[in-house]
């Protein structure tokens, strides 16, 4: 126990803000998630052929692909592409990119993959009808959206995109890899540093069991807000 | 575009995408067990058998499949016992311990699959089978197991695939997988986007595969 002291002695306060951090790039990977998701689920359901095969390939790429390779692609690929386009601006100095921008980039474009699915589904199952009664009573097209589609669409989507937190808040784990001391980098060093791995990581699931347990309390009370009037 | 790059890093990653098989099929073989075995517990009339064995697929469905790869690697190798038993031949090198900690994951995963399939067979099947005279053995594996796995076959396809892309991190522990190759590669030319196509191209191209097999067979087994 006094492994997990807090201050000097032990790493309590480490792996404490550790999972802040964790939580930090869930949260903003999840934001940027949603971000993808505003832009690709539109194309996904587009008419047109060709912005249907951008939609298309953007989600079944990310989904196909392993999630370690994407993070290697941003971490290798990240500052290589912005000191690309800083040199053609006539910037030539070396830049690093913060790994937490990086990192919940990278967990921001897999996460957006599955919520553009999500949306996808949640938007495919509403009653034609609906939209066709809010056409008929003149409402405007983007009133329709956020007054009729939008608070029937997020009913069905929570449940769903629930799954997406979690598949999220897990995926960050890896970006352990590119030096981000979240919960499993902070679980490695104290590991080395006090050769008891099993003691660390062990305690490293409990944290993430602790982080998906709460959150999925949370998210059953905001699928009753939602669902209610059914 | 460094096209000689791809084109020279194609037969490595080619050899790697072997290794990636091979942890993909053993850990689904072994997996496929595991959540037999615990998707029989969890229907178990038992509250302790049947809280156990929801107390595993909750633990290893809610905990990123990284620290159980580090807690069977490096955690393990601690207990002093576990060094002096036979288990340790297993448990000291990387691509077993792996493998293990894959099918224990998937294992998780398949025993929800076949569980809520095994759920949502009618009752009217059983009892047809019971008024019958069938014996309650031979409903199970004549009537029961059938319908699961053809229930269950779409989910599974997408597990098969969520695995594959899970043996990437077989990398995390020295293994030179396909994606341990891809970053090998990466790094030694900083080339990313040029190794990421070829790599992730067989990724995709084996998903398909899988995709495609998975559908196959849901049409063949259509009732």
Redesign the interface.
Same mark, same amino acid.
């Not at chain 1, 989904?63 to 390779?69: A, K």
């Not at chain 1, 050769?195 to 099993?198: V, Y």
């Given at each position: 126990m006094e492994l997990l002291a807090f201050g000097k002695t032990g790493w309590g306060d480490e792996l404490f803000y550790a999972t802040l951090m964790t939580l930090a790039v869930s949260v903003t990977a999840m934001l940027i998630g949603f971000f993808f998701a505003l832009i690709f689920t539109p194309l996904k359901l587009s008419k047109n052929k060709f912005l249907n095969l951008i939609g298309n390939f953007y989600t079944? &790429?990310i $989904?196909?692909? +392993?999630?370690? %390779?994407v993070i290697? %692609?941003f971490f290798?690929?990240g500052s290589?592409t912005i000191m690309f386009v800083a040199s053609m601006f006539g910037y030539f100095e070396y830049i690093e990119i913060n790994a937490f921008i990086t990192g919940s980039f990278a967990i921001g474009i897999i996460s957006g993959a599955y919520s553009t699915e999500v949306f996808r589904g949640a938007i495919q199952s509403i009653d034609k009808g609906q939209f066709e009664a809010s056409k008929v009573l003149g409402i405007k097209k983007h009133i329709q959206f956020y007054k009729v589609i939008l608070p029937q669409m997020l009913r069905l989507a929570i449940p769903n995109l629930s799954n997406v937190w979690?598949i999220t808040l897990? #995926?960050t784990? %890896?970006i352990? &890899?590119t030096g981000l001391v979240e919960i499993?980098r902070q679980?490695?060093i104290a590991?080395g540093s006090t $050769? #008891? +791995? %099993?003691f660390f990581?062990?305690f /490293? /699931?409990v944290l993430?069991?602790l982080l998906?347990?709460f959150s999925m309390k949370l998210i059953n009370k905001l699928e009753l807000k939602y669902s209610r009037g059914y | 575009m460094d096209f000689e790059l791809m084109i020279n890093s194609l037969p490595k990653l080619l050899n790697a995408t072997v290794i990636t098989l091979k942890l993909l099929s053993l850990s689904l073989f072994f997996g496929l067990f595991i959540g037999f075995l615990f998707a029989v517990l969890r229907m178990n009339k038992n509250p302790i058998i049947n809280k156990f064995a929801y107390g595993y697929s909750?633990?290893f469905r809610?905990? @990123?499949?990284?620290?159980?790869i *580090?807690?069977i690697y490096?955690?393990?190798?601690?207990?002093e016992y576990l060094r002096s038993t036979v288990l340790w031949v297993i448990l000291k090198e990387p691509y077993w311990c792996a493998i293990i900690a894959f099918a224990l994951n998937t294992g998780a995963y398949t025993s929800e699959i076949l569980r809520s399939a095994f759920q949502t067979i009618k009752l009217g099947m059983i009892e047809a089978g019971k008024s019958l005279g069938i014996s309650s053995k031979i409903i199970f594996y004549k009537i029961q197991i059938p319908i699961a796995i053809r229930q269950s076959l779409p989910a599974y396809g997408n597990e098969i695939?969520l695995m594959?892309?899970?043996? !990437?991190?077989a !990398?995390?522990v020295t293994l030179m997988d396909l994606?341990g190759v891809?970053?090998y590669i990466? !790094?030694t030319t900083?080339k @990313?986007?040029e190794v *990421?196509i070829v790599?992730?191209g067989i990724?995709?191209f084996m998903?398909?595969l899988v995709h495609n097999t998975i559908k196959y067979l849901e049409r063949k087994f259509s009732y």
């Open positions: 079944t &790429v $989904r196909g692909v +392993p999630e370690l %390779l290697y %692609l290798f690929g290589g979690q897990k #995926d784990s %890896l352990s &890899v499993m679980s490695y590991a $050769r #008891d +791995p %099993l990581y062990s /490293a /699931a993430y069991l998906t347990y | 909750y633990v809610g905990t @990123p499949l990284l620290v159980q *580090f807690i490096y955690g393990l190798g601690q207990v695939i594959l892309k899970g043996t !990437s991190l !990398s995390t994606t891809a970053k990466i !790094s900083f @990313p986007i *990421f790599a992730g990724y995709l998903t398909f």
